[in-house]
């Protein structure tokens, strides 16, 4: 079955929205990022991912470590191809790395890594934190080319962008053709010998209709799941998403 990452990037932001220049030794600091990991993987959760950015607009260095220490299963590290964020990547030890773009405009990543721009410093990045045993996925669009370059840098993983999936939803015309490029680029992701991961945008909507195109490894999904934890909590946010996806194929 399709395993379920979940991304708490947006716990952090809301934590920082309040909490960004407070002494955290002298106030109850909230919400608590460890909290919502542990409630993610009580409800499921085969993964926790949080993306530590250049700006360090929401995840801390601190939390990257404390969720290495505190939770039971595997931490996936999103980040950009920076030399400050690799070296925290190489003493935190993470599971998983994902290396992204990153835009100091954008709310939350917008579009894959493009590795023919990009191609020497992902390279570099990758056989880095590979030798440190560090398992190394890129996120990129869904396009051939960029899975190829993927495998050629030395990826394990791909994780593809579903974002112009999840825009065009309303669309039925242009939600075949995105699903028809996500499934080109899963297959040829496949017979390269990639693992191959989705996300961006993937909610309780449009999470059935993307896995009965590919049967992904993994979905790496967020602000869906957080925006349901504000009603119903985080475990069961979780727990809903995980039946959504037990649920394909039966």
């Given at each position: 079955?399709t395993?379920?990452?979940v991304?708490?990037?947006?716990?952090?932001?809301?934590?920082?929205?309040r909490?960004?220049?407070?002494?955290?030794?002298?106030?109850?600091?909230?919400?608590d990022i460890?909290?919502?990991a542990r409630?993610?993987?009580?409800g499921?959760?085969?993964?926790?991912?949080a993306?530590?950015?250049?700006?360090?607009?929401?995840?801390q260095?601190?939390?990257?470590f404390?969720?290495?220490?505190g939770?039971?299963?595997k931490?996936?590290?999103?980040?950009?191809?920076?030399?400050?964020?690799?070296s925290?990547?190489l003493k935190?030890?993470?599971?998983?790395?994902?290396?992204?773009?990153?835009?100091?405009q954008?709310?939350?990543?917008?579009?894959?890594?493009d590795?023919?721009?990009?191609e020497a410093?992902?390279?570099?990045?990758?056989?880095?934190l590979s030798a440190a045993?560090?398992?190394?996925?890129?996120?990129?669009?869904?396009?051939?080319?960029?899975?190829e370059l993927?495998r050629?840098?030395?990826?394990?993983?791909?994780?593809?962008?579903?974002?112009?999936?999840?825009?065009a939803?309303r669309?039925?015309?242009e939600r075949?053709v995105?699903?028809g490029?996500l499934?080109?680029?899963?297959?040829?992701?496949?017979?390269?010998?990639l693992t191959v991961?989705?996300g961006?945008?993937?909610n309780?909507?449009?999470?059935?209709q993307?896995?009965?195109t590919?049967?992904?490894?993994?979905?790496n999904?967020?602000?869906?799941i957080?925006s349901?934890?504000?009603s119903v909590?985080m475990k069961?946010a979780?727990?809903?998403?995980?039946?959504l996806?037990?649920?394909?194929?039966?």
């Amino acid at each position: 079955m399709t395993k379920l990452g979940v991304n708490i990037d947006h716990c952090a932001t809301l934590r920082q929205a309040r909490y960004r220049f407070s002494d955290a030794e002298k106030v109850v600091v909230e919400p608590d990022i460890m909290e919502a990991a542990r409630l993610a993987e009580s409800g499921g959760a085969d993964s926790i991912t949080a993306h530590l950015r250049e700006d360090r607009r929401h995840m801390q260095d601190s939390d990257m470590f404390a969720l290495r220490r505190g939770i039971s299963g595997k931490l996936n590290m999103e980040m950009a191809c920076n030399e400050d964020v690799i070296s925290v990547a190489l003493k935190v030890l993470p599971d998983y790395v994902c290396l992204v773009p990153e835009n100091r405009q954008e709310v939350t990543t917008e579009g894959g890594l493009d590795l023919r721009a990009n191609e020497a410093k992902a390279e570099s990045a990758v056989a880095r934190l590979s030798a440190a045993g560090i398992r190394c996925s890129m996120f990129i669009d869904p396009d051939i080319s960029q899975v190829e370059l993927a495998r050629k840098i030395g990826a394990n993983t791909v994780e593809l962008h579903t974002g112009a999936y999840a825009n065009a939803w309303r669309n039925p015309s242009e939600r075949a053709v995105q699903l028809g490029r996500l499934k080109a680029a899963a297959e040829r992701a496949a017979e390269l010998g990639l693992t191959v991961n989705s996300g961006h945008g993937i909610n309780y909507e449009n999470v059935c209709q993307l896995l009965e195109t590919f049967a992904f490894d993994e979905l790496n999904i967020g602000h869906t799941i957080v925006s349901k934890a504000l009603s119903v909590g985080m475990k069961a946010a979780v727990e809903e998403m995980k039946r959504l996806i037990a649920g394909v194929g039966k």
